[in-house]
């Protein structure tokens, strides 16, 4: 489900916040919306219980409005304009509003479709009850589930990232000659480096939900969505990870006729991405559905189609692309093997962008599909999971050294990093005829999602290739970029300053 056009309460707006009971104002505050729904109280300290009310109010019109109770109510303790403040804050609150008169008053002025009260109150006198009769409306009693978890406990999972838990060996930058503060200056050589992005869209979306039990009839899991949060991910989340590390962006990439590419099309607009889209009618935007329980991907489900675009379409993506070259220092095939990138386009994009000197580096993903990472050829950088370079030389049995050893020689490629999730990486180079390989461990033993880990790696250490880093260094800051990512939940853009905090934290590993 993509985002819905619940305008959230910003503290600072003041939109969301009338300082008087002023119901006509409010009504035009609210403009064209179909519903309002009301609730009031004193709010001295907002608690989950409060929550649990305030969401299920919200979830009954398409505005939530607050009224909050003067400081003459009985059982007030904290001053009316910091319990304005605090209601504010609370993401599903439309509109907040100091209530100085009796609630039926305001009710009766405002009119909103339905007044939720807690279910404490079902079976007492209420005066709200005459008010909504007499013009139509509804007074509701409920609490809330009682399942449900605090809002904002699930919002740090997908804002907080936590790098408490990653690591920095020593052993490594040792062995190859840098300091990690040499990343510092290597992250500030990205700035402005000019990055062409080239591969699949994806839309990601994550359903938390609250686990039920199991059901009676058969072993079914059963769960209760509770919140939905919606991402850029694939080639446009590594479009977004460039540009948050400094870099001019372009990305270049196919869409569907749909509501998931117009969301990602202005996400990435509003982050200053510049999007070459090309629109295919055959090919809904690719989107991947997560439903998680307890911090744990239960499930994911995949819209999509795999088949090529148009010769046409092809036709106008090189166009653009090079159109594009001149201007550009870094191309980036980031490839999830969904059509996006036929063999023919691969080929004669390399050509062109060989032409004016571009560097190139590519990933290819083949997780829940098959790819070959070695079709992209003379790469610079090429960033295989263990599957995936074996998938490439049809080899289940030998060693992994071995396996990179022939996947860089049959790719062509300068560099070649193959991840292995929780065990880290193997790093192998080619210099002056010898090939060399070392191994990184995991800087981040208890990842929140991985998704997007591999982007983050991919994208970081190329750019740091691209500005005179070498693959020990670059593979180095590239960990650090994939430590950062899955130590938040959801494939959202990376910072300079995030990767300089994680990099002046503590956490050494000095063995």
Excluded at 40 to 51: C, D
Excluded at 239 to 257: F, I, K, P, S
Excluded at 313 to 339: H, K, T, V
Excluded at 404 to 432: C, P, Q, S, W, Y
Aim: aromatic share 6%; with cysteine.
């Amino acid at each position: 489900m993509l985002p819905t056009a619940r305008s959230p309460a910003v503290k600072s707006d003041d939109r969301t916040k009338l300082e008087s009971a002023d119901s006509h104002a409010l009504r035009i505050a609210c403009g064209a919306a179909n519903s309002i729904a009301f609730v009031s109280g004193n709010f001295n300290v907002v608690h989950p219980g409060h929550l649990r009310l305030l969401k299920f109010a919200a979830e009954q019109a398409d505005l939530l409005v607050v009224g909050v109770n003067s400081d003459t109510a009985p059982g007030v303790t904290v001053p009316q304009q910091m319990r304005l403040e605090n209601v504010c804050s609370i993401s599903m609150v439309d509109y907040a509003v100091s209530l100085n008169v009796p609630a039926e008053t305001f009710i009766a002025s405002l009119k909103p479709n339905v007044v939720v009260k807690g279910k404490e109150y079902e079976h007492r006198d209420n005066a709200e009850q005459a008010v909504v009769d007499a013009y139509g409306g509804r007074l509701v009693f409920s609490s809330g589930e009682l399942r449900f978890a605090s809002l904002s406990l699930l919002e740090r999972d997908y804002t907080d990232a936590d790098i408490s838990a990653v690591t920095k060996p020593l052993d490594f930058p040792s062995r190859h000659g840098f300091q990690l503060a040499q990343l510092k200056s290597t992250l500030a050589k990205m700035a402005g480096m000019r990055v062409l992005v080239v591969g699949d869209l994806i839309i990601d979306e994550y359903v938390t939900c609250d686990p039920v039990g199991m059901s009676q009839e058969d072993p079914t899991i059963v769960v209760t969505p509770i919140v939905t949060k919606t991402f850029v991910g694939g080639a446009g989340g590594v479009a977004a990870h460039a540009r948050g590390l400094g870099a001019e962006v372009r990305y270049c990439t196919v869409v569907g006729d749909d509501e998931a590419a117009a969301f990602a099309l202005e996400s990435l607009g509003q982050q200053g991405v510049r999007c070459d889209h090309f629109t295919d009618a055959t090919r809904p935007t690719t989107r991947k559905r997560r439903y998680r329980a307890l911090s744990k991907t239960l499930l994911r489900v995949n819209y999509l189609r795999h088949h090529a675009p148009s010769a046409d379409i092809q036709a106008r993506m090189l166009r653009a692309i090079e159109q594009a070259l001149p201007s550009c220092d870094l191309l980036l095939f980031s490839c999830f093997n969904y059509g996006c990138l036929p063999q023919d386009l691969v080929d004669a994009i390399t050509a062109k962008a060989r032409e004016h000197d571009v560097m190139l580096a590519a990933d290819s993903q083949a997780s829940s599909q098959l790819g070959d990472v070695s079709r992209f050829k003379g790469m610079s950088l090429i960033t295989p999971t263990e599957r995936e370079a074996r998938l490439a030389l049809n080899d289940f049995e030998t060693g992994l050294a071995f396996i990179g050893e022939r996947l860089i020689h049959k790719a062509n490629a300068k560099n070649l990093v193959i991840t292995l999730g929780a065990e880290g990486m193997l790093v192998h180079t080619l210099r002056d005829g010898e090939f060399l390989t070392d191994r990184l461990p995991a800087l981040n033993p208890s990842p929140k999602d991985v998704a997007g880990a591999g982007d983050s790696f991919f994208m970081s250490s190329s750019m740091a290739l691209r500005v005179g880093a070498d693959i020990w260094q670059s593979s180095y800051l590239g960990a650090l970029a994939a430590a950062l990512q899955v130590s938040r939940v959801g494939n959202s853009p990376m910072t300079i300053a995030e990767l300089l905090s994680e990099i002046d934290g503590s956490g050494f590993d000095h063995d």
